[in-house]
Every structure is written in C-alpha cells, then in structure tokens.
C-alpha cells in the first residue's frame, strides 16, 4: 500500500488546456513538496507548502495543500508542451523521522 | 544543472560483473542520498549520509555497498545484481538531514540494466 496515491497515472492533454493533478493520502505531513522530473533527468523541486489551506502559484502553476495537511493539488493553466514530465508529490512525515515519501507520479504529456 | 553530477549515464551490466556508480555534489551541501527510481513505482530511499556517516540504511540488499568518503562524494558499488535491479538510480544532496522542509538536489541518475 502507498502511503501517498498521485493520479491520475497518466496524462495526455492539448497544448492551451488546463488540469489538475492530485496527491492523497490518509497520513497527515507537516510540508508537502512538487518535484518535476523531465525525461532523461533527475526531480527538481517545484514547491514547499506548510501551511494547512496553504496555495502558491509559481507562473501558470497552482499548489494548494489541503486543510487537513493530507492531500495536495497542482493545477496548470493553458499546459505548454514545456510541462511535460513527470510530476511527483513528497511528503514530509510527521513522526520527527524527517523522512520524505514519494508518490508514484503523474506522467503528463502536452501535444503542440 | 542542479549542482549534483552523477556519472555514467548508462550502465549495462551482467550479473557477475562489479561496477560502481560515483556521484558528486558541488553545493556544499552535508547530506547525500541514494534513491532508486523503477517503472510505475514511488522513488526508494536506498541509503543517507550525513557528514559522511551512514545515518540510514533502507534495508538495502549487500549486493549494493554506499560508499562516502567526503561529504562531496558518494558512491554505490555494485555486485552481482539481479535483472529485477534494473533501475534509474538517483544521487542527491540537501544541506543537513533531520531540518523540516529539507529540499533536495538530484543528480541526472545512472539508468542501469542488469542483464
């Protein structure tokens, strides 16, 4: 079982579309952070939410962290095919191991 | 460039052969992780250094051996490997391990096929 669900799994949207992408989970994570991972290249962080309700916008990109601190969303408007990768959610457990646990992923495909 | 080099790129390997993989970070950062990427699978958190010292070992089969030197450099050698170890592997780096909100820089990864 994995403690942080991403979907979906997979994503192949029109270039000007927008979408919404989610990461669940039934634990509760003290920060939550979206990594973008493009093919033949390592993750690179997005964005740190902490804050429960929390929502940041990074250009067309929107994180919210939900109330609970459990369950957090992107959202991407008008996709570009420069967003295409790979998108992984990693929680930050709050056992005090400081431990980060990842998603599996939501691959995201953008067609010209 | 995130600062994390990680060489080679490609690795194709037999099962009887010894090979290792060399990661190098460029940040001055004190933590070094190795993390296993497979299809369709969550990123495995193999092994952590901290100032060079073993701080996590993810119950790692020994046919993986970490190796430290300095807090720059990390290494995984490797040792009659399975095909089901056919994997992306991840080197990164962060400034310490054990601060919330500790962000990671990872390397391009190795993608090893063992066959």
């Known amino acids: 079982t994995q403690l942080l669900e991403q979907s979906p799994q997979f994503l192949s949207i029109q270039e000007g579309e927008n979408l919404t992408v989610y990461c669940n989970s039934s634990?509760?994570?003290?920060?939550l952070q979206w990594y973008r991972q493009e093919p033949g290249e390592g993750p690179v962080l997005l964005v740190t939410v902490v804050t429960g309700g929390e929502v940041k916008k990074l250009k067309r990109l929107t994180f919210q962290f939900g109330d609970a601190r459990k369950d957090s969303s992107l959202h991407i408007t008008a996709a570009q095919p420069g967003d295409t990768g790979l998108y992984l959610c990693?929680?930050?457990?709050?056992?005090?191991?400081?431990?980060?646990?990842f998603g599996s992923g939501t691959r995201l495909l953008v067609r010209p | 460039e995130t600062g994390v080099t990680q060489t080679p790129r490609h690795l194709v390997m037999g099962m009887t052969n010894k090979k290792s993989l060399k990661c190098e970070q460029h940040?001055?950062?004190?933590?070094m992780y190795w993390y296993k990427q497979s299809a369709k699978k969550p990123l495995e958190l193999m092994f952590v250094y901290n100032f060079k010292e073993q701080t996590e070992n993810n119950s790692v089969p020994s046919r993986f051996s970490p190796e430290c030197p300095n807090s720059s450099h990390l290494f995984l050698h490797l040792h009659t490997l399975q095909p089901e170890d056919s994997a992306l592997y991840l080197c990164?780096?962060?400034?310490?391990?054990?601060?919330?909100?500790?962000?990671?820089?990872f390397g391009s990864g190795t993608q090893l096929s063992v066959l």
């Open positions: 990164a780096s962060s400034q310490d391990v054990g601060a919330t909100n500790e962000k990671l820089f």
């Open positions: 634990s509760v994570f003290s920060s």
């Open positions: 990693a929680g930050e457990l709050m056992d005090s191991s400081y431990k980060l646990i």
């Open positions: 940040l001055g950062h004190n933590a």
